[in-house]
């Protein structure tokens, strides 16, 4: 009987974890340099949580992985995390002092899809900003996400904005009840972009409004400001969230940031409030966030707004072009007997070799010579030999400095896993 990998899960090669290492540590670095800190939460969380507070769609809440968490029917029900936001507010409300808090994560969420051909767990590297709203801190973000997206070099990075608030200002309008306006809403976040076009407005100054906005897709931030008048004219409930929203177009503008407006794509989350981003690779959705000023008060942690994005390490695994490092960076160092001396220098070797910064293996037996450019070969006498495949040259030496020396001379280049 073959031993089958569980539905729905997969398996990383090793040149797939390069590039899951790749995206993770530019995330990493990105984060770090802007004065962002790392933290991590458990896998096992409180269904409690999710469910509390109205936070996740009822679509979402349908495909997480609930059990008791003691025997019989006195224990806590808990879930696999299904999102990495609501534990890091817990988190927050839990143990942090600071009123600031710039955080970021990089972890597994798990997700149920029954026919299994979709990926239930997912990795996915997150930034949150609590205790900041303003539209400098949702252009921060945004900016934050794109640098590490440029260091990935992708191609036809796309930037999608809209805005929650706006979006459910508007829903009320329609006279709809909160059953209605919620269905409309959740069928939004679940990503149907035709919802809004298919409200039948009251008034002659609604159905304007909506068209206004609808059209929006793919404007400028010119039209948005345009807009921005003749929605305060007609529609003044609207005025705090399209002013929010183009104070932060306006400021992605003088940061020279490429972006697309699309009103009806807000893909996400119930707990967004404000604006919100989606980041595109070709057809590829990699990476989304956006604001969420409701979350934290309605866990109980007081007025504290928030913001924040999550990166798609599955996808981005999927898009990422760049290759991993050629063999000129690796030395395999073969020993020509078994003998202690020998294979204690053979060891010895490679260590001076890894600290001086390479890529250095002992040969085991049965590895490919081609993945090596470089071939060092320590006989009994302890004389070293070392070989370029490339350009078939040897060296001959006697102390390992000598050979560090060659290699660096010769273009063998360290290796850099940052």
């Not at 949150?128 to 640098?147: C, F, K, M, R």
């Not at 070969?377 to 490339?390: N, Y």
């Amino acid at each position: 009987m073959k031993v089958q990998r569980c539905k729905g899960n997969r398996d990383l090669s090793p040149e797939e974890m390069w590039r899951f290492r790749l995206i993770e540590g530019a995330f990493r670095n990105c984060c770090r340099r802007w004065g962002y800190k790392e933290v991590k939460t458990p896998t096992l969380e409180y269904l409690h949580l999710f469910t509390a507070t109205g936070t996740l769609t009822s679509g979402m809440l349908s495909k997480v992985y609930s059990f008791l968490d003691w025997d019989g029917w006195s224990g806590e029900r808990v879930v696999l995390r299904p999102d990495g936001t609501i534990p890091i507010a817990r988190l927050y409300i839990d143990s942090m002092v600071e009123k600031i808090a710039k955080l970021f994560y990089v972890t597994n969420v798990f997700i149920f899809e029954a026919t299994g051909k979709k990926t239930r767990e997912r990795w996915q590297c997150g930034t949150e900003l609590i205790g900041v709203s303003s539209p400098t801190a949702d252009a921060e973000l945004i900016t934050l996400a794109g640098e590490v997206l440029g260091k990935l070099r992708l191609d036809d990075l796309e930037l999608r904005l809209s805005h929650v608030g706006l979006i459910k200002a508007l829903l009320k309008k329609f006279g709809l009840s909160d059953e209605q306006q919620a269905r409309i809403f959740t069928q939004i976040l679940d990503g149907d972009g035709e919802a809004l076009a298919k409200l039948e407005p009251v008034s002659h100054d609604l159905g304007e409004s909506l068209s206004l906005l609808l059209d929006l897709k793919g404007k400028s931030s010119g039209f948005l400001r345009n807009l921005q008048v003749l929605l305060n004219d007609n529609s003044p409930e609207l005025k705090p969230y399209i002013d929010d929203f183009v104070n932060t177009v306006e400021l992605l503008d003088a940061l020279g940031c490429d972006y697309q407006i699309d009103i009806a794509s807000a893909a996400g989350f119930e707990y967004y409030t404000g604006i919100v981003f989606q980041f595109f690779s070709g057809e590829e959705k990699i990476g989304g966030g956006g604001r969420y000023d409701a979350l934290i008060p309605l866990m109980g942690g007081g007025d504290v707004p928030a913001s924040g994005f999550a990166l798609y390490l599955d996808r981005l695994m999927n898009v990422v072009k760049i290759e991993p490092p050629a063999n000129h960076k690796k030395v395999l160092v073969r020993l020509e007997s078994s003998e202690g001396e020998v294979v204690k220098e053979g060891f010895n070797t490679a260590s001076s070799l890894r600290e001086a910064g390479y890529v250095a293996e002992v040969d085991l037996g049965g590895r490919d010579l081609a993945d090596f450019r470089w071939l060092l070969d320590i006989s009994k006498g302890l004389q070293f030999v070392l070989t370029d495949q490339d350009r078939q040259k040897r060296f001959e030496f006697r102390t390992v400095s000598e050979a560090v020396n060659i290699l660096g001379e010769k273009g063998a280049d360290k290796d850099s896993l940052t």
